[in-house]
């Protein structure tokens, strides 16, 4: 009985380790800028957020994302040439329909913090 108990418990320590080695970078900053022949690059200091808000805020479709994370799906995986109509384009230059600019200014404004003009956030 004993010993089958120590060899779980290994188990579960080389589990954990790889866990631990496989986990996703989480990056002090962001550049999206997938529309860069448009409009400038926008630079997101993702720590900053990233220690203010739970991480499924944004990455809404990874429920209860953690910094030991395996995997984080670039936004424009779904986001950019989206399957469905009714997902928001990332083509969208509006205001109330671009889903970056709905996120993000929709969030700034709420916290009356952080960019909402044109220019603080496509700086040139
Ligand atoms: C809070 C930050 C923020 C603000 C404020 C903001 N944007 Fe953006 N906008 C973004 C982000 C992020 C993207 C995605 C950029 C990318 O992928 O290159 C984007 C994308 C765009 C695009 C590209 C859409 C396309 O056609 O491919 C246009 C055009 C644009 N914004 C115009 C504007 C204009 C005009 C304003 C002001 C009325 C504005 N933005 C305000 C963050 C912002
Ligand atoms: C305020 C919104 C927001 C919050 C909160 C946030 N992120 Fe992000 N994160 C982003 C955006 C936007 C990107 C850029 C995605 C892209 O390039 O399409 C990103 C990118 C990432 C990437 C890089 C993905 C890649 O393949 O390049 C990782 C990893 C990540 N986030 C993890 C996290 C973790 C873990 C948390 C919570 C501790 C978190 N994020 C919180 C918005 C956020
Ligand atoms: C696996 C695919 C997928 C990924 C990855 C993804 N989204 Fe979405 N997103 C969707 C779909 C589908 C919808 C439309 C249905 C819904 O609201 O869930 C959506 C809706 C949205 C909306 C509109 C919500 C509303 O209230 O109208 C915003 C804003 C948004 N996504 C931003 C982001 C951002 C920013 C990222 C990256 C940090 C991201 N999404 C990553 C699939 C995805
Ligand atoms: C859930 C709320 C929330 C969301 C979503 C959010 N932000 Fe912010 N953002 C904030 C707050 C709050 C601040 C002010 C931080 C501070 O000054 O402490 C901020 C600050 C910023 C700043 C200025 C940072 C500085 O150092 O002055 C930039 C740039 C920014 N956000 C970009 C973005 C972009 C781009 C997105 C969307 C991809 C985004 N944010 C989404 C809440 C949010």
């Given at each position: 009985?004993?010993g089958?108990h120590r060899?779980?418990?290994?188990?579960?320590v080389?589990i954990?380790?790889?866990?631990?080695?496989?986990?996703?970078?989480?990056?002090?900053t962001?550049?999206?800028?997938?529309a860069?022949?448009?409009?400038?690059p926008?630079?997101m200091?993702?720590?900053?957020?990233a220690?203010?808000?739970?991480c499924?805020t944004?990455?809404?479709?990874?429920?209860?994302?953690?910094?030991?994370?395996?995997e984080?799906?670039?936004c424009?995986?779904?986001h950019?040439?989206?399957?469905?109509?009714?997902t928001?384009?990332?083509?969208?230059?509006?205001l109330?329909?671009?889903?970056?600019?709905?996120?993000?200014?929709?969030?700034?404004?709420?916290e009356?913090?952080g960019?909402t003009?044109?220019?603080?956030?496509?700086?040139?």
């Amino acid at each position: 009985m004993k010993g089958s108990h120590r060899h779980l418990w290994l188990w579960a320590v080389t589990i954990l380790a790889a866990v631990a080695v496989a986990a996703v970078q989480v990056p002090e900053t962001v550049t999206l800028d997938k529309a860069k022949n448009k409009q400038a690059p926008v630079v997101m200091p993702h720590k900053v957020h990233a220690d203010k808000y739970a991480c499924d805020t944004c990455h809404h479709t990874q429920k209860g994302l953690t910094a030991e994370a395996t995997e984080v799906k670039p936004c424009a995986s779904c986001h950019l040439d989206p399957e469905k109509p009714e997902t928001p384009s990332m083509r969208e230059m509006s205001l109330s329909k671009n889903p970056f600019h709905k996120l993000c200014i929709d969030c700034h404004k709420k916290e009356a913090k952080g960019p909402t003009k044109c220019a603080e956030c496509h700086k040139k």
